[in-house]
């Protein structure tokens, strides 16, 4: 059994039940998004979609199971849908060529590697910077090429998260169920936004293009 946060204080399957049950956070932002993604005009959407209920699913057996198989299906959806979302973003909205698309998520995923290595850094929180980084760097180019703001908030909620993902065995002696929970609530809303306006941009991107 693996014991990483501050809600576990035992053996069981509900040893975590809001760490858990919080990961239907996950599930219900993507079926939320599954209509869209349906009629969207490209495959990714509904992968970006498909990954979002993933990790709701990998998330909740891990922190129900709390076991090594368990961590890998928790790992591996947010891994895919950080990949993919970049590189749907770099070539489908800022229009970069598919080898320089790839490049930059090669050198981001090698990034994601890196900070990993120091679990013990900001309760494993260290493994998230990248991510940050790269949503703050979204906020500027969509609030440039969009006018929009949406991704600059999302970056926010993103920050908030981390902090309470970051706190969680910090805050054990003050309070017993952690912090952990609100992470998967805020993550949830953040993946939400983040499908959604990436949507918007191609609906946006189809139109303008109809229009020439």
Known sequence: MLDLYCERLGSGLAAEPLNGLS???????ALLLLPAARRA?????????LALLAIGVGSGLFHTYATHWAEWLDVLPILFFQLVY???????LCT??????????????????????????????LAYAPAAAVLFWMGVDYALREGSMNVFVTAGV?????????LDNALCAWWPYGTHFVWHILNAIVLYRLVRDYL?????????????
Do not use: C, D, K
């Not at 990961?23 to 932002?29: G, I, P, Y």
């Not at 005009?41 to 979609?49: E, K, W």
């Open 96 to 125: 970069l060529s598919v080898r320089w698309s790839g490049a930059l998520v090669a050198l981001f995923a090698l990034s994601l590697g890196g900070a990993a290595m120091f679990p013990a850094v900001i309760n494993g929180s």
């Open 158 to 166: 993103f920050l908030v998260s981390l902090i309470a993902r970051s």
């Open 23 to 29: 990961n239907l956070f996950f599930v219900a932002a």
């Open 41 to 49: 005009p490209t495959r990714t959407a509904a992968a970006l979609t």
């Open 86 to 92: 970049l590189g749907a973003y770099l070539h489908q």
């Open 200 to 212: 918007r941009s191609l609906r946006l991107a189809r139109h303008l293009a109809a229009e020439t």
